[in-house]
């Protein structure tokens, strides 16, 4: 037996409980993790309140990450003992996930644990990290380097936002930072923000093109935001998208990307490639402040994930919330 999140559905509703569950329940999988650390994230603050249609059967133990140790594995390229990471792949949605003690994977969604992070700074990063610094390859990608000028961040407080911040900001660009909370202005100053603006002058419907401003943006918000973002982009920018925290539409024109060149570069974290996820792996080894993860994160306990989802939904989470799977 051991301990996990699960949610079940049925006649007597939707609803997600500290439970003790049989190993036999655990889901087919060539690799079996002893699980030290999980994440709470966007997704999953959905998938345990069940305001977004995440979880796709059940019951489901949720948690799109977890860090761990493999305990048994029949796949060649894992042995017992080695340290592994899990990011995406439909685990908590169509997979049983990371929070809880144990989980059965298949080792192609795997990666070894990156050299220079402990589990714990593995988890401050998860998906969250790890989408951002998808979001930083994509504007590179593109030709958006810090002399092009200034780069925005939208949800600036949250995971994505906070690792997006910092890393941009070592890598020498000019960052200005979207919030909601102009009280965690300090926060995303010693992040590396350059500046801090409110996120009311993006979040309602604007006009088809604004005054050029930034050369870039990563943006895990959507919706107007995501839309005004791209209007006050500048000649041939590109903003990189990867969330929707604000709502799945995105009531634009094609003004910005027929006028003036804009590229809209959406970033997918969940199914990216192996080759990709490894780069973005090596990529924050060396280009991630490790001191600066002690600021973003917030460590929990595996029975306070279920409150601390409805605050995260709410908007009163700062940064990374990293879960003790066994506490």
Sequence with gaps: MFK???IEKDDAGYRANLAEIDEAQLPDGD???????????YKDGLAITGKGPVVRKFPMVPGIDLVGTVEASSNPDYRVGDAVVLNGWGVGEGHWGGLAQKARLKGDWLVPLPTG?????????????????????????HGVTPDKGEVLVTGANG?????????????????VASTGRP???????????????????FSEPGRPLGKERWAGAVDSVGSHTLANV??????????????????????????????????????DSVMCPRPDRLEAWARLARDLDP??????THEI??????????ELLAGKVRGRIVVDVNR
């Design 31 to 41: 690799v079996t993790v002893a699980v030290q650390y999980s994440t709470l994230n």
């Design 301 to 310: 306990g595996l029975a306070a994930a279920i409150p601390t989802a409805a």
């Design 4 to 6: 996990g999140i699960l």
């Design 117 to 141: 992070f402990t589990p714990k700074q593995a988890m401050s990063i998860g998906t969250a990290g790890y989408t951002a610094m998808l979001c930083v390859m994509a504007l590179e990608r």
């Design 159 to 175: 995971g994505v936002g906070s690792v997006a911040v910092a890393v941009l900001a070592r890598l020498g660009y000019t960052v």
């Design 291 to 296: 001191a600066l993860l002690e600021l973003i």
């Design 183 to 201: 009280a965690e202005a300090e926060y995303l100053k010693k992040l590396g923000a350059a500046e801090i603006i409110d996120r009311a002058q």
């Design 230 to 267: 791209c209007a006050t982009t500048r000649y041939r920018g590109t903003v990189a998208a990867c969330g929707l925290a604000q709502g799945m539409d995105l009531p634009a024109t094609v003004a910005p990307f027929i006028l003036r060149g804009v590229t809209l570069a959406g970033v």
